[in-house]
């Protein structure tokens, strides 16, 4: 399904269907990493979207809002810290990709019940990454790197996984208030590191996650 560049050509991406899967929180050091699937139909204004990482907080809202409203499909997953603990920052990050997609695509099948032979062929599912979950079916797979700056699909999974998380993690702040997590969403922040060094880890804090102390007289700016 792709060109000796590795890339799609134009005729292959005017005749399939795109699905889109993106991560957001997966260098975090607090808090769940989530995933997020969405299906775009032809119709939908591109310009609204980029790389999530790109767009400002007030952007990031009108794209989501936009998504939500036009998306054929879309589905957000998260997996928490405990479990990241347990079976580590990819093979959570991997799980949260796969449970987001198998549940769109579950209401994707459903809805197109009549015509179930062909779909999965026509279904090109593009991951952000370099590597893939495991998703069965015979829909084509894709890993491209950066592919949150290339195709809408993506895009829009990107803006959703990040809109989603930034909200899970305002909420851990009403919960956790020492600890800001409505500032640094649980990145590895000097704020973030130098609050872990006041008060210690938090209940949602990835144990399994190293990182680098804060000088003690940057720390004392934060009592």
């Known amino acids: 399904m792709l060109n000796d560049t590795g890339k799609l050509t134009e005729w292959e991406k005017c005749s399939m269907l795109f699905c889109g899967i993106d991560e957001a929180g997966r260098g975090a050091l607090a808090g769940p990493v989530y995933a997020a699937a969405v299906i775009l139909p032809d119709s939908f204004d591109v310009s609204l979207l980029d790389d999530s990482k790109k767009l400002s907080p ?3 809202e009108i794209a989501r809002a936009a998504i939500l409203d036009g998306a054929l499909y879309w589905q957000i997953a998260s997996i928490p810290p405990e479990q990241i603990d347990k079976i580590n920052i990819l093979q959570a990050t991997l799980a949260a990709m796969k449970e987001a997609f198998e549940t769109l695509f579950a209401r994707y099948r ?44 993506v895009m829009a999974a990107s803006i959703l996984a990040k809109t989603e998380r930034d909200y899970c993690m305002i909420e851990y702040h009403k919960r956790y208030p020492l600890y800001r997590y409505d500032l640094h969403k649980g990145y590895g922040t000097q704020l973030h590191r130098s609050l872990i060094e006041l008060y210690g880890a938090s209940p949602i804090q990835r144990h399994s996650f190293k990182f680098k102390s804060v000088p003690p007289h940057l720390t004392a700016d934060y009592r």
């Open 58 to 60: 007030k952007r990031r």
């Open 110 to 153: 459903y809805d197109n019940a009549n015509t179930a032979a062909g779909i999965e062929r026509n279904l090109t599912v593009i991951v952000d990454g370099n590597q893939l979950p495991d998703i069965g079916g015979n829909v084509t797979l894709i890993a491209e790197p950066k592919a949150d700056g290339r195709y809408p699909c």
